[in-house]
């Protein structure tokens, strides 16, 4: 191999590194809040029962939640008109200043209602950061990696997503066996903040050395002209669609068989949650592993087969396996359970950033990656543990079942009529034609 090749593979390692840490950085600042939302709840909220203090919490959390869209829209525009490397560092700065001012805010009892004002608005910030890291990551990864590679490259966005959540869970585990619950409440639960806050910090620093994707630097006047506006996307309404309708399965799919399963395996199984916490803890490892080689392995059969993968076996695994975890009180069953849901819907975690910015010309890439993406998972994936605890609740519990296995079967209809986009990628073809093939 050429000396030339190499250092090409390596200055691609390093800015894929560099792009995806960033994701890992602001998917732990995420999923912070939740994790010690149990200790500072009482911190922001004047004196009540904890259950009120936790709503509050949650109507925060709820808040950050239904700013991703924005963030997608405002952030995918900027990373379309002003590079991807500029809105990447933008979106981790936000992040950094959200969780740092989580963790410096007096309590309740000492600047009163100006506590949960301003942790309302470090939320929303989050909120903003994460939603236009989604569509401008995948942009770039996509961008960045090798012709050939791309789908195991950009597979390392939800490596790292679920790699922030691995992180916050252990940041968490370490603090319960250093301090105690009092500790915890008082002043323990800034720590994880700082934590974050100085990790976006240093990818901030190191998001400023990375390569802008060539992609981007090469277009025209007139594409730039019109890059990230409305207008512009709005040309290309069969692929905003297209992000839709395959986004609507794989985000409930996800947040079901993550999120809400715990819930699920603790309140309606009646499992210990430690045990619960290690399950999920060892899916999610084994599910980290299994997103490169479904990234790896579309670059060599296409991204459609493994969808349609997803759609088919989600479709028919998904009431099966909530009705086999509801019978069960073996956690080693309770694992396999989970791990198959996590193995299918890995065909379409793993490849569904590249899936999306294949559809779309650099112009409007990241706002078209991003905005229907982020729409889709504020309605469906936001929504899905309140409709799951509504149907609890009415007693019709098995009917979120069907709900889900319904979602995932509209996807695969997408799927099964949608073009195989590695090779009617646009990405491809912008590539081939300013090398002048």
């Given at each position: 191999?050429?000396?030339?090749?190499?250092?090409?593979?390596?200055?691609?390692?390093?800015?894929?590194?560099?792009?995806?840490?960033?994701?890992?950085?602001?998917?732990?600042?995420?999923?912070?809040?939740?994790?010690?939302?149990?200790?500072?709840?009482?911190?922001?909220?004047?004196?009540?029962?904890?259950?009120?203090?936790?709503?509050?919490?949650?109507?925060?959390?709820?808040?950050?939640?239904?700013?991703?869209?924005?963030?997608?829209?405002?952030?995918?525009?900027?990373?379309?008109?002003?590079?991807?490397?500029?809105?990447?560092?933008?979106?981790?700065?936000?992040?950094?200043?959200?969780?740092?001012?989580?963790?410096?805010?007096?309590?309740?009892?000492?600047?009163?209602?100006?506590?949960?004002?301003?942790?309302?608005?470090?939320?929303?910030?989050?909120?903003?950061?994460?939603?236009?890291?989604?569509?401008?990551?995948?942009?770039y990864l996509?961008?960045?990696?090798?012709?050939?590679?791309?789908?195991?490259?950009s597979s390392f966005q939800y490596v790292t997503l679920i790699s922030g959540q691995l992180v916050a869970l252990g940041v968490q585990i370490i603090l319960q066996q250093i301090l105690d619950e009092k500790a915890m409440m008082l002043w323990g639960w800034r720590i994880p903040f700082v934590i974050g806050a100085c990790g976006a910090f240093i990818v901030l620093w190191l998001r400023r050395s990375m390569d802008e994707s060539e992609q981007y630097t090469k277009m025209d006047k007139t594409s730039r002209s019109k890059a990230g506006t409305l207008r512009e996307l709005m040309k290309h309404r069969k692929a905003v669609l297209t992000v839709v309708g395959l986004t609507l399965g794989g985000t409930l799919a996800f947040n079901t068989y993550t999120t809400y399963l715990q819930k699920f395996m603790v309140n309606s199984v009646g499992m210990g949650k430690e045990t619960v916490s290690w399950i999920n803890f060892i899916a999610l490892l084994v599910f980290v592993v299994l997103q490169p080689l479904a990234g790896m392995l579309s670059d060599r059969i296409g991204r459609r087969p493994l969808l349609i993968f997803f759609g088919i076996f989600g479709t028919l695994y998904t009431v099966p396996m909530f009705l086999f975890m509801q019978n069960t009180h073996s956690p080693y069953v309770a694992f396999l359970l989970m791990m198959g849901g996590l193995f299918i819907v890995t065909a379409y975690t793993s490849i569904n950033a590249i899936v999306k910015a294949e559809l779309f010309p650099t112009e409007i890439r990241a706002l078209g990656v991003g905005f229907p993406y982020g729409l889709t998972v504020a309605i469906f994936g936001g929504t899905a543990e309140y409709?799951?605890?509504?149907?609890?609740?009415?007693?019709?519990?098995?009917?979120?079942?069907?709900?889900?296995?319904?979602?995932?079967?509209i996807s695969l209809i997408v799927y099964w009529f949608m073009g195989d986009t590695s090779r009617?990628?646009?990405?491809e073809a912008e590539q081939m034609a300013a090398e002048g093939k």
């Open positions: 191999m050429q000396a030339t090749d190499r250092e090409r593979k390596r200055r691609i390692t390093s800015n894929i590194i560099k792009g995806s840490s960033g994701n890992l950085i602001e998917w732990y600042d995420w999923y912070v809040y939740a994790a010690f939302a149990v200790y500072f709840s009482s911190q922001f909220f004047p004196k009540g029962d904890a259950t009120s203090q936790l709503l509050n919490t949650a109507g925060v959390f709820a808040i950050g939640f239904l700013m991703r869209p924005f963030g997608s829209l405002i952030l995918g525009r900027y990373a379309d008109r002003y590079g991807r490397r500029a809105a990447l560092t933008l979106s981790v700065s936000i992040m950094a200043g959200g969780s740092l001012i989580i963790a410096v805010t007096p309590n309740y009892h000492t600047i009163g209602v100006v506590a949960p004002i301003i942790l309302v608005v470090a939320r929303l910030l989050q909120g903003l950061s994460l939603g236009g890291e989604y569509g401008t990551s995948a942009t996509s961008e960045m990696a090798a012709s050939g590679r791309r789908g195991y490259y409709i799951a605890l509504y149907c609890k609740s009415i007693g019709a519990e098995s009917l979120f079942f069907y709900y889900v296995a319904g979602c995932i079967a009617t990628s646009k990405i």
